[in-house]
Structures are given as structure tokens and as C-alpha cells.
């Protein structure tokens, strides 16, 4: 009697990722694509094109690469940004954060750029007051930087503070 080792599909299997993984998932894709073809057509297929089981199809195969990335993705967080880390459950938490189209800048980037505003302009000032030598006496000069130091902090927290109450208000 002959034993048949059966072999995990690709996407389970363990161990460096090799050729013949990446030829084995793409023929699985090329036959879910194909099903997908054929039951567009109005054909259609019985069964999944890629596992060969009789209970579903291609799209819904948990042996499909691309459905399985899809899953993992999600479980991962789909929507993470980048720039802030920021996770969007929903569609429109993504759609609010990054934008309605790939063009659009993140709320995290507007933010930066407002806080990098609001303290370049703070900034400037304190630059133009020192070059129309209004720093008489070291006291004076400090408290203009003690106040500068409080000006930029202010921005800060408000930065964070609407970061905050964005997050809780998605709670």
C-alpha cells in the first residue's frame, strides 16, 4: 500500500519562502481568476477552482493567496498609517484620516504642517524683535524666551490634545 504525504497549500506552509511557493500561488490566483472569468461569463464552475472543494469557490477559498492576504491585512490594519501610526477600523476612519483619494493628505501631515506653521511664525517674530534690538537686559531676553517656550508648548499640546479627542471620539 502507498502512503500520500499530503503537503500544506503554499500560503501555510513553513520555512523560507522558495520558487516553487511563488510558481504554486500564482497558478492558484491564475485559477481563482479563471473561476471568477467563467462565472462572469455565466458559466460557471461547481466548486473551488483552486482547493477543488466542492462546498465553496475560488472567491471565498481560504487556500486563495489573495484571499487570505486580504484577511491578514485587515486583521493587521489595513489602514495604518505611515506617518502617525494611526489605525482605521472602518472605512470611514480611513477615509476621514487619509483622504478620499491617493492625492489627499493625511490629517497627521495637515496637523504638522499647521503646528510647523503656528511655531515658524512664532519664531520669525521672536527673530524680529531681536534684530530691532528689543532685548535690552538679559531679564527681558529671557522671559521673551521663557514665553516663546511656552508659546511652542501651547501649540503642542494643542496639536495632541485634537489628536486625543479625535482618537476618543473613534472609541
Given at each position: ?32 481568476r479563471a473561476q471568477l472569468e467563467s ?60 483622504g478620499l483619494n491617493d492625492e489627499a ?51 503642542v499640546e494643542a496639536v495632541n490634545a ?10
Open positions: 500500500m502507498t502512503t500520500v504525504e499530503l503537503q500544506p497549500s503554499v500560503i501555510y506552509r513553513e520555512g523560507p519562502i522558495t520558487c516553487a511557493d511563488y510558481t504554486e500561488a500564482i497558478a492558484a490566483l491564475r485559477c481563482a462565472m462572469d461569463g455565466g458559466h460557471g464552475q461547481s466548486g473551488c477552482a483552486v482547493c477543488e472543494d466542492g462546498g465553496h469557490t475560488a472567491e471565498a477559498c481560504h487556500h486563495n493567496p489573495l484571499v487570505v492576504a486580504r484577511r491578514v491585512a485587515w486583521a493587521d490594519g489595513a489602514f495604518r498609517c505611515w506617518h502617525c501610526s494611526f489605525v482605521a477600523r472602518t472605512q470611514d476612519e480611513g477615509s476621514e484620516h487619509f493628505t493625511p490629517q497627521c501631515i495637515e496637523r504638522a504642517r499647521e503646528a510647523y506653521r503656528r511655531t515658524d511664525e512664532v519664531l520669525c517674530g521672536f527673530a524680529a524683535r531681536m534684530s530691532r534690538g528689543e532685548w535690552f537686559t538679559r531679564l527681558e531676553g529671557w522671559s521673551e524666551v521663557e514665553r516663546l517656550r511656552e508659546e511652542f508648548r501651547d501649540v485634537q489628536a486625543a479627542a479625535e482618537t476618543e471620539a473613534r472609541i
